[in-house]
């Protein structure tokens, strides 16, 4: 027993068998590290084939002979990732790096899923959405939990337990079909899956078609099934090469793991793509029209407002002209009135002269033409033509005429003369006169 | 014949990353080390009285 140390806390082991510090048995610690060694190379064993559920149980084990056993704790929390169970998974490789700090591969494992925080917040999402499928498979709203399984499964395809969830709601729903090849991908990743197996067995398949299925068992390639895009244009190009009918046709169950629940995505995706239509018209009619149309209201109230403003000021500026109007109006009835008294008072002043003229004698007359031809003998012919106008205003008469003619001549106002002439000939054919003035009419 | 609502019960809820840190701590899984020094520790407390 000498120069051995104790293998709970390294201090000298005694001659007794016991440790010097903590009084452990060292035969006892020896087999306990010995019995966790066993199973954590059982549970390798079992990785290596794909018995999952078989290496979690030996590692379990493992720990529980020796909870500092770094390989079967690492391993542990590799199997939970490979399940889909990243959390657990982390919290192995944590409590792992914790007992071990140098020298752990369970370090590098962390820093690579912490470098990659959309990773982190994918499997934190999975692990909630999970959650409420299970929530919604318990309360009864199963379509719910299906929809949700589907988008997790179509994420996440190697996630055991929710194949296993979503086979149980099939399992309910009738279909066992789809639950066999549920569980079937449930097989490939975990080949001795005790509640696939129950199910599969539950459902009348034998012994030996379980056996089968496991021995298809591959592991997932993750790239493939993270490739939905590729998928997604691969599905496509067989629905328009061969109708919606073929898109069924790729939901089989002998196709690879990775490729699942990703057909099943893409037939919702023409859904998603109707639904949004739908949704985005009725985002239009419910939210962006009533604002255009708030909008086009408040514009015609403006431009109401201002044809108002504008038919106001015209208003104003009929009224005014109106206005305007009406005092011309009142000026003219007021020119027209004085027009009338000045015509009225003509009238008067006509009628006076009237008067006044019949009352002339007609030696009056014979006055002023003497009197005009005194005054073209004396060249004034200005005053002679006066004198010719108011003696005819008293009357006509042939002298008076053939003076006004001479005293016009006499102004050299040929035009004037040859009127007075003319008037006289024909008004008075014979009189004495008419050889004096042929000579001024015939020019 | 598989009734479902008591297979549904089995199934328990997946660990979420903001649960991970309580559930590190709280991992009080005992191995043999630890259920040695609590038979050590009680036969001494045993003996002290």
Redesign the interface.
């Known amino acids: 027993m000498n120069n051995m140390e104790c293998l709970n806390c390294g201090a000298p082991v005694l001659e007794n068998g016991h440790c010097s510090r903590c009084h452990m048995s060292y035969d006892l610690l020896s087999k306990a590290f010995n019995t966790s060694n066993y199973y954590y190379n059982l549970g390798l064993d079992r990785a290596c084939v794909r018995d999952l559920t078989g290496a979690i149980d030996a590692l379990n084990l493992s720990l529980k002979y020796n909870k500092q056993n770094i390989n079967a704790r690492n391993l542990l929390g590799l199997i939970y990732y490979e399940m889909g169970e990243i959390v657990l998974g982390l919290m192995q490789w944590v409590i792992s790096s914790n007992y071990l700090p140098d020298n752990n591969v369970a370090s590098r494992y962390i820093e690579e899923v912490q470098s990659d925080p959309i990773k982190l917040e994918e499997a934190n999402q999975l692990a909630k959405q999970f959650n409420q499928a299970l929530i919604h498979a318990k309360q009864g709203t199963k379509d719910l939990a299906f929809i949700q399984l589907k988008r997790i499964l179509s994420n996440y395809p190697h996630f055991v337990k929710g194949y296993l969830l979503l086979a149980l709601l099939y399992m309910d729903n009738g279909n066992n079909d789809k639950a066999k090849k549920a569980l079937k991908r449930v097989l490939r990743i975990d080949k001795n899956n005790t509640l696939a197996v129950k199910y599969l067995s539950e459902m009348g398949v034998t012994s030996r078609d379980i056996i089968e299925m496991k021995e298809r068992s591959k592991r997932i390639d993750p790239d493939k099934a993270y490739n939905d895009e590729d998928q997604y244009k691969s599905d496509l190009q067989t629905f328009v090469e061969q109708g919606i009918a073929s898109i069924d046709d790729l939901d089989d169950p002998d196709v690879e793991v990775g490729a699942f629940h990703e057909l099943n995505n893409n037939k919702f995706n023409l859904i998603y793509v109707g639904v949004g239509l739908i949704v985005g018209v009725l985002v239009f009619w419910l939210l962006v029209l009533p604002t255009k149309i708030n909008l086009a209201n408040q514009k015609n109230r403006e431009v109401k407002l201002e044809y108002s403003e504008q038919i106001s000021s015209k208003n104003v500026e009929i009224s005014e002209l109106n206005k305007q109007i009406e005092s011309l109006n009142s000026q003219i009835d007021k020119f027209n009135e004085k027009a009338d008294e000045e015509q009225k008072k003509e009238d008067e002043k006509q009628e006076s002269f009237k008067v006044i003229k019949d009352n002339i004698p007609n030696s009056t007359y014979d006055s002023l033409v003497s009197e005009a031809a005194k005054q073209i003998e004396a060249s004034q012919y200005k005053k002679a033509i006066t004198l010719c106008d108011v003696a005819l205003e008293i009357h006509e008469g042939e002298e008076a005429y053939y003076y006004l003619g001479m005293a016009y001549l006499g102004d050299h106002d040929e035009k004037n003369a040859k009127s007075a002439f003319v008037t006289l000939k024909e008004n008075y054919p014979e009189s004495s006169h008419i050889e004096d003035i042929t000579e001024y009419i015939s020019e | ?2 009734n ?1 609502d008591e ?3 089995k ?1 328990s ?8 840190e309580d ?2 701590y709280h ?1 009080d ?6 259920v ?2 609590e038979m ?1 520790s009680q036969i001494n407390s045993k003996k002290g009285e």
């Open positions: 014949m598989i479902f297979e549904v019960k199934f809820p997946c660990l979420e990353v903001s649960q991970a559930a590190i991992n899984v005992k191995d043999i080390t630890d040695l020094e050590y």
